[in-house]
T-cell receptor
């Protein structure tokens, strides 16, 4: 059974720091992996989608990598800002969609 | 604009009173699914649909029903809601080509 773990569960950093959020999964036979952002009480906003044949995707200050063989994905946030404060979720897509429990990020000025 | 629309966004109801949460997508996606999100438990899949008239149980289907009579709509039905179904519900659809998930804004349901 696929299990998805995100570490750390919570992170509090000063503005300007570069961050790495981790997502681990137990079954490497995945189709895609997608990173989302969720603000409190709100819906999920798609950040980056990495297809199984890809190694990484970039959008602005965000970079996500995928290593299927080791069952890991990382989300790199460069030069963090207070507006980046949110919960970040990874979702592993096989014939089912399994979400990690998220990393709650707070960036303070 | 490509979107997934859920209604209602907020609902307070009482135990046993049937309710339906609607979900509609305008992207012609074949795959749609419902999730509930609870503190400490993350997002858990309730039901999913691979296409019209094709539905299947997710991880937590008890107490819920779904139907998929048209490609764009995937309503979630609570025949007899109970307080343990108080949660934040999300509908999503999947782009078959890219595999990208698109989520609705969420429906916060409280069952008293």
């Amino acid at each position: 059974k696929q299990e998805v773990t995100q570490i750390p569960a919570a992170l509090s950093v000063p503005e300007g720091e570069n961050l790495v959020l981790n997502c681990s999964f137990t079954d490497s036979a995945i189709y895609n992996l997608q990173w989302f952002r969720q603000d409190p009480g709100k819906g999920l906003t798609s950040l980056l989608l990495i297809q199984s044949s890809q190694r990484e995707q970039t959008s602005g200050r965000l970079n996500a990598s995928l290593d299927k063989s080791s069952g890991r994905s990382t989300l790199y946030i460069a030069a963090s800002q207070p507006g980046d404060s949110a919960t970040y979720l990874c979702a592993v897509i096989t014939d089912k969609l399994i979400f990690g429990t998220g990393t709650r990020l707070q960036v303070f000025p | 604009e490509a979107q997934v629309t859920q209604n209602p966004r907020y609902l307070i109801t009482v135990t046993g009173k049937k309710l339906t949460v609607t979900c509609s997508q305008n992207m012609n996606h074949e795959y749609m699914s419902w999730y509930r999100q609870d503190p400490g438990l993350g997002l858990r899949q309730i039901y999913y649909s691979m296409n019209v008239e094709v539905t299947d149980k997710g991880d937590v289907p008890e107490g819920y029903k779904v139907s998929r009579k048209e490609k764009r709509n995937f309503p979630l039905i609570l025949e007899s809601p109970s307080p343990n179904q108080t949660s934040l519900y999300f509908c999503a659809s999947l782009h078959g080509g890219t595999g990208e998930l698109f989520f609705g804004e969420g429906s916060r349901l409280t069952v008293l």
